[in-house]
């Protein structure tokens, strides 16, 4: 059973940089593509982009400017970095899998709140 | 960018009743790549149906889903105490993946 659990820091001060990583366990990041997704507090979902596992991205036109997504096979993770964070960056962030580029997302993180605040 | 409009808002239903939640696509979606999740409060989502109708794994047959191009339907022939929560439509037929608002099925 594949497992994902994110880690990072829970508090991010305004315009610095969130950093966030994902590890995937039960199961090999090759060969599948891997996304980041945020839900504001009391929201809906917003996917933030994805990468393969070859290191390949695609990110959101809306958020491609302050995003990346990188990738590490030999520790069977991937992260993500957002610059120049705001309070309107402040979510639940998961990270999650899909088997193709385009297909649905199957297996999900459980999701890490970090808070955007001086 | 594809806009999904999910409707009803809310839905307020009883145990044993059915429920129909509706996803409208601002364009067409994709060879109707389009998947319905479930997320209950602190959980994340769960993948229910992909591919508009076909059911993931371990998903009871109560779910059903429907509809190509901009309407699609996801179906719940009988609540059970459990299928109370918030469901989401989400494409991912074109870039970005988007989702709709969510739909919450609430117990009248």
């Known amino acids: 059973q594949v497992q994902l659990q994110e880690s990072g820091p829970g508090l991010v001060k305004p315009s610095e940089t969130l950093s966030l990583t994902c590890t995937v366990s039960?199961?090999?990041?090759?060969?599948?593509?891997w996304s980041w997704i945020r839900q504001p507090p009391g929201k809906g979902l917003e996917w933030i982009g994805y990468?393969?596992?070859?290191?390949?991205?695609n990110y959101n036109p809306s958020l491609r400017s302050r995003v990346t997504i990188s990738v590490d096979t030999s520790k069977n993770q991937f992260s993500l970095k957002l610059s120049s964070v705001t309070a309107a960056d402040t979510a639940v962030y998961y990270c999650?899998?899909?088997?193709?580029?385009?297909?649905?997302?199957?297996?999900w993180g459980q999701g890490t709140l970090v808070t955007v605040s001086s | 960018e594809i806009v999904l409009t999910q409707s009803p808002g809310t839905l307020s239903l009883s145990p044993g009743e059915r429920a129909t939640l509706s996803c409208r696509a601002s364009q067409s979606v994709s060879s109707s790549y389009l998947a319905w999740y479930q997320q209950k409060p602190g959980q994340a989502p769960r993948l229910l149906l992909y591919?508009?109708?076909s059911r993931a794994t371990g998903i009871p047959d109560r779910f059903s889903g429907s509809g190509s191009g901009t309407d699609f339907t996801l179906t719940i022939s009988r609540l059970e105490p459990e299928d109370f929560a918030v469901y989401y439509c989400?494409?991912?037929?074109?870039?970005?993946?988007?989702f709709g608002q969510g739909t919450k099925v609430e117990i009248k």
């Open positions: 039960g199961g090999s990041i090759s060969s599948y593509y």
């Open positions: 990468i393969y596992y070859s290191g390949s991205a």
């Open positions: 989400h494409q991912y037929g074109s870039s970005p993946r988007t």
């Open positions: 591919d508009a109708s």
């Open positions: 999650a899998r899909h088997p193709h580029r385009s297909s649905a997302i199957d297996y």
